[in-house]
């Protein structure tokens, strides 16, 4: 190992940075994932039992996905292979098989790790399964990525997916903690800059450890949150407009509205605007929840929605989000129905079944005279000069069976319409 080093220009003994330094030596020490690791764990389970199958670890960056994959080699006695699905090519797997392979004939397995696996095309990740599925490698992926959307269904039929956690703030805290006793001394934090130094961190524990590094070199005591913000540069949230987190979000969003908290919405859109996403994406969204998820419960939600879009089409940001903002509020807090899009759903599939039907002849136009001998019109009755202005005529196919479709509960303004919709059932019934 020294002659690495060496020549490498370095020595041994050289400093490292906090988070090579403090990388966990056995999987006990490592934070945040014993959902996973421990004895009770699926993983933890599997090293009890003497086996280790292929798997993908899915996860946030700096949540400890390469330190597991290397400490699992460790503890099944095997060969630790790492490649970059960034930095590697066709060549550079066939030689990590083959020296697999090799390694298999002599007595040992490889454990090869692969990073950032998703970025592997379709071919290549097909490349990976006859050699898995052989047992010449126990295969261990890790990914920021969803794996449902980016890895081959035949590759995850055959590894397990386990999902690590963001760091929580006592696992950040507990690093601190071991860097502090690394270095011999405390952070020069108050209780306010330490928390907003595990802020900054955002989950990710190798960077909450090089945010340590730079708080450790500054000669200043007694830090308050103040001095933290200004010393260090907060790190964008993570967020892709284009990948998981961007679904993530706006589902998050969604549910949060649909579940009448203005709160958790409006956290959740800010969370949005903060991330980069285009505002006028969020509109859209917006304008479809107002008829989705509250339709004539709330009428005027639709209209609010709507012009929240115009107004920021009009002033952009930032003055124009504040009117996002607004509807968010309101259709978190308005009323919801999904009777008009249950309706809509349910008339479109019939639509599809009942094909070209044809409307009954008394709600035909009779523009000439044979259309009104065939009996285009007869029989028509005009509601407004009805006595209760309702004539409960049949507007269905002829041979169509009276369907359905919308079907109010009562919420908000859609308590009169259900009345009303049950009194023109009684007087449609009584008329038949």
Do not use: C
Request: aromatic share 8%; charged share 25%; hydrophobic share 40%.
């Amino acid at each position: 190992m020294s002659n690495l080093f060496q020549s490498a220009g370095l020595e041994a003994s050289a400093p490292k940075p906090l988070a090579e330094a403090l990388r966990p030596a056995v999987l006990e020490d490592v934070v945040g994932q014993s959902h996973l690791i421990g004895p009770d764990g699926p993983i933890g389970r599997m090293l009890g039992q003497g086996r280790l199958s292929s798997m993908i670890l899915w996860g946030p960056p700096g949540v400890g996905k390469t330190t597991i994959a290397r400490l699992l080699a460790d503890r099944a006695d095997l060969e630790f292979v790492q490649l970059s699905a960034v930095f590697s090519g066709v060549a550079d797997l066939r030689k990590a098989f083959e020296a697999a392979r090799a390694r298999r004939e002599s007595g040992r397995g490889t454990l090869l790790f692969v990073d950032e696996i998703h970025r592997f095309n379709r071919a290549q990740q097909d490349g990976f399964l006859p050699y898995v599925e052989e047992g010449v490698v126990t295969l261990v992926g890790a990914t920021t990525e969803n794996p449902s959307f980016e890895l081959n269904g035949a590759l995850l039929s055959r590894a397990q997916v386990f999902v690590l956690n963001r760091l929580d703030e006592a696992a950040l805290n507990g690093l601190l903690i071991r860097a502090e006793a690394h270095i011999g001394r405390d952070l020069p934090l108050e209780a306010s800059g330490r928390e907003t130094l595990i802020g900054f961190a955002d989950g990710d524990g190798r960077y909450l450890l090089t945010l340590a590094d730079e708080v450790f070199s500054v000669d200043e005591k007694n830090l308050d949150s103040a001095a933290v913000a200004a010393l260090l540069q907060k790190r964008a949230p993570a967020y892709d407009k284009s990948r998981d987190e961007h679904y993530n979000i706006i589902s998050a969003l969604h549910k949060s509205m649909r579940g009448s908290d203005p709160d958790a919405a409006l956290y959740w859109f800010a969370r949005m605007l903060t991330g980069g996403e285009d505002p006028r994406y969020i509109a859209r969204r917006l304008v479809r929840f107002a008829s989705e998820d509250i339709g004539l419960a709330d009428p005027t939600a639709l209209m609010i929605a709507s012009e929240a879009a115009r107004a920021y089409e009009r002033l952009g940001s930032p003055e124009g989000d504040l009117a996002l903002a607004h509807a968010v509020v309101h259709l978190a807090t308005a009323p919801k129905s999904i009777g008009v899009y249950q309706g809509f759903k349910a008339a479109m599939r019939a639509a599809k079944e009942t094909g070209s039907l044809a409307p009954p002849k008394h709600i035909l136009n009779a523009p000439t005279q044979l259309m009104k001998e065939i009996g285009y019109g007869d029989g028509y009755a005009y509601d407004p000069n009805t006595e209760t202005g309702f004539s409960g005529q049949n507007y269905f196919p002829e041979g169509m069976p009276r369907q359905q479709f919308y079907a109010p509960k009562g919420e908000g303004r859609e308590a009169a319409i259900k009345a009303r919709l049950e009194a023109w059932a009684k007087i449609r019934n009584s008329s038949a």
